[in-house]
């Protein structure tokens, strides 16, 4: 169990010394506590609901400003990070904005916290964040990667979340039942092939169940 613990994240922090696998672990640790909570594991005797309470007051006190002609509204773990290549932003800057998002959205799902001004606000930056860049990213792996970003939304419950309230992001939960129309597209029509060969038909079915509660 304490090898477990371990892998859990008490505090959200930023890398700033260019050590691509801290900022890495960091990362891990976000999904790791995402699907520790999404399966009901945590909150435990040594991962208690104060442990839980310390995580979301770092995400909510560490969000990011603004940086050269990025907006705000991200938990980049990377510091600086608007001169980031492509793959990296991805690992370093989507992804744990979307883990960002999922923990907050579950939690309140869960009823762990109370829906305060500063989580919705931090939502609603987050969701802005993601509008500025395309869905999944622009490389040979944009599809993986929308499919992988879906899934730990369906972890957080973030369909569910924005299906209740879309005004927390009218253009993100858009942009989600577009998603998911076309998956669903794709699935019926057995279109389910990157332009390389790359079989997506798992990928696709797991999005379309992660994105059951719109």
């Not at 700033?16 to 009901?40: H, N, S």
């Not at 510091?79 to 370093?92: G, V, W």
């Amino acid at each position: 169990m304490s090898l477990l613990n371990n892998r859990l994240c008490r505090t959200f922090i930023i890398e700033d010394k260019g050590d691509y696998e801290d900022r890495l672990a960091i990362v891990g640790k976000l999904r790791f506590t995402l699907e520790q909570l999404a399966g009901g594991h945590i909150p435990h005797n040594q991962y208690t609901s104060e442990n839980i309470r310390g995580l979301v007051d770092s995400l909510l006190n560490l969000q990011r400003s603004s940086q050269g002609a990025l907006p705000g509204g991200s938990w980049a773990v990377a510091e600086p990070f608007d001169s980031l290549p492509a793959d990296e932003f991805m690992d370093m800057v989507v992804f744990p904005t979307v883990l960002g998002i999922a923990l907050l959205s579950r939690l309140l799902n869960k009823q762990m916290i109370e829906r305060t001004y500063k989580v919705i606000e931090a939502l609603k930056a987050a969701f802005q964040f993601l509008l500025s860049f395309p869905f999944g990213g622009e490389g040979m792996d944009r599809i993986y990667q929308q499919n992988e970003i879906i899934l730990l939304f369906g972890l957080g419950k973030v369909p569910e979340l924005l299906h209740e309230d879309s005004s927390l992001s009218p253009d993100f939960y858009a942009l989600l039942m577009n998603a998911k129309a076309s998956i669903q597209k794709r699935i019926e029509q057995d279109d389910l092939k990157g332009s390389f060969g790359e079989d997506y038909s798992q990928g696709y079915q797991l999005a379309l169940v992660a994105l059951r509660g719109l």
